[in-house]
Nanobody
Framework: QVQLVESGGGLVQAGGSLRLSCAAS????????MGWFRQAPGKEREFVAS???????????DYVNSVKGRFTISRDDAKNTVYLQMNSLKPEDTAVYSC?????????????????WGQGTQVTVSS
């Protein structure tokens, strides 16, 4: 069992920055592909970013088009933590952000699948 706890959300003005953290316990995240998702009120949960491995176990990052160039996902396996650095925030980024872990396939996160989910942290971007 993996427990994921997000932190770092809050209220920020458009153009500002936040860094979200996802602290994992129970298992080392080195065995997992990790990702971030978000869900805005009245919207479906949306894939945001993932950090996974390719066939030769090289880190591969992926982002939804709307956050490319603004968000950066990273991981620190020694701290068992995944981060999402969010810059140039827009009101459209307002959502509950959740991290997720999956060990079955690197493609699972992009396809909205994960073995474990955090409870989420609220990010609100004002106009």
């Amino acid at each position: 069992q993996v427990q994921l706890v997000e932190s770092g959300g809050g209220l920020v003005q458009a153009g500002g920055s936040l860094r979200l953290s996802c602290a994992a316990s129970g298992r080392t995240i080195s065995s997992y592909n990790m990702g971030w998702f978000r869900q805005a009120p009245g919207k479906e949960r949306e894939f945001v970013a993932s950090i996974t491995w390719n066939a030769v176990r090289i880190y591969y990052v992926d982002y939804v088009n709307s956050v490319k160039g603004r968000f950066t996902i990273s991981r620190d396996d020694a701290k068992n933590t995944v981060y999402l650095q969010m810059n140039s925030l827009k009101p459209e980024d307002t959502a509950v952000y959740s991290c997720a872990a999956d060990r079955s396939s690197p493609a699972n996160l992009r396809n909205g699948m994960a073995d474990y989910w955090g409870q989420g942290t609220q990010v609100t971007v004002s106009s």
